[in-house]
């Protein structure tokens, strides 16, 4: 594997000693070296012919609609259960990361060189809000009203590096709130539908500007999970955030929160790690197969489920133990989306694909 183009390695840690989930990873590798990454931001994304069939990484359903996001800038949604994909306009061609809607309308995606785009018609057309040429000045201008040296010369280190880092997961609170985090520790929020963004970098115990590569929540928990078994929780809506100790010391993936009490780590080599006391204690679950995890969902009757790169989506059984879904292995996977009417969709590099999640 040659290393990212797209700076998610860490020179200061080692380059890619920790690693990075498998959708990054393949993002990077479809992207070509030579492009720059400004121009990407400049460009619309080309259309596909057959867009479902692409490399796609995140998905989120917005009513009765299913989106998913992934390579060059390639939005497509269907309006009929999947049986048919039709690609959205976007204004960028950078790949996308992830994608998560509020409401029916309301949604927002985040990818590469620190991307950030907003809908708010259900996803047929999108608004680039922030980029990697804006991000850095968030980031120093928080590090300087805390006096922070150490952040303020990381700062301006990605400055000069340009917009080449990506953002990996957000969240989407209600149509003004949302989190985006991603590489080298980044983590911007907006109130306002993503006019106006702050860095987070003074809630979060990250000195070494840890990839942080998955947020969730539920109520007033907010939970971080990113690289060298970093966890930070909030439990008053992000106002605060402490850090908490993990007995796994590789990086986490993903992340879910079944219950008010329950955090469900999971990440690389298979590692799956649950707490039920929100966060004091943890306890391992077994999975089949020691291949990393780079996705998980929970269903409507609150069935967890993990994928990994070996092509297997994983459901939870009573006892706590994982239990393959598909029989036979799809293509390495990035992401899952449970429906809303009982169904499954996997993204893969071979684009989307329909998982029966049955016992």
């Known amino acids: 594997m040659t290393p990212c183009p797209h700076g998610v390695a860490n020179p200061r840690r080692g380059g890619m000693k920790h690693g990075c989930a498998l959708a990054l990873l393949i993002a990077c ?76 309308r309301n949604g927002i995606a985040v990818g590469h060189a620190g991307t950030v785009l907003v809908t708010q018609d ?82 979060l115990d990250n000195p070494d500007a840890l990839h942080l590569y998955a947020v969730r929540q539920r109520g007033s928990r907010i939970v971080i999970a990113g690289e060298q078994g970093l966890v930070l929780k909030s439990d008053d809506g992000g106002q605060t955030f402490q850090r908490l100790s993990t007995p796994y010391k590789g990086s986490f993936f993903t992340l879910e929160l079944p219950n008010d009490q ?45 994928a990994n790169q070996a092509g297997f989506v994983m459901a939870r059984r009573e006892g706590g133990a994982f239990v393959p879904v598909n029989r036979v292995a799809l293509p390495p996977l990035n992401g899952l989306l449970a429906t809303a009417d009982g169904g499954m969709l996997a993204l893969s590099i071979q684009g989307v694909m329909t998982v029966d999640t049955k016992p």
Do not use: C
Not at 90 to 100: D, F, I
Not at 163 to 173: E, G, I, S, Y
Not at 271 to 295: C, H, K, Y
């Open 29 to 104: 590798a479809t992207a070509s070296g030579a492009e720059k990454v400004g121009e990407a931001l400049e460009r619309p994304a080309l259309t596909v012919r057959v867009p479902e069939r692409t490399v796609l990484l995140g998905a989120a359903q917005a009513g009765q609609r299913w989106l998913a996001v992934g390579e060059r800038g390639v939005i497509v949604r269907s309006d009929d259960a999947g049986r048919s994909w039709v690609q959205a306009a976007t204004p960028v061609s950078v790949t996308l990361t992830a994608v998560r809607f509020s409401d029916a």
């Open 122 to 203: 259900g996803g047929t057309r999108w608004e680039r809000r922030l980029d990697g040429r804006r991000i850095p000045e968030l980031m120093l201008a928080d590090a300087r009203a805390r006096g922070d040296a150490a952040a303020q010369k990381a700062a301006e280190q990605m400055r000069k590096d340009g917009p080449d880092k990506p953002l990996l997961d957000v969240l989407a609170v209600d149509p003004l709130h949302a989190l985006a985090v991603g590489a080298y520790g980044m983590a911007l929020a907006t109130e306002d539908g993503g006019k106006r963004w702050v860095s987070w970098g003074d809630r």
């Open 262 to 306: 329950e955090i469900v780590l999971a990440g690389m080599r298979g590692n799956v790690w649950r707490s039920t006391d929100g966060g004091s204690a943890w306890q391992p679950l077994p999975a089949p197969m020691p291949v990393s995890i780079v996705a998980s969902q929970l269903t409507g009757d609150g069935t967890l489920l993990l």
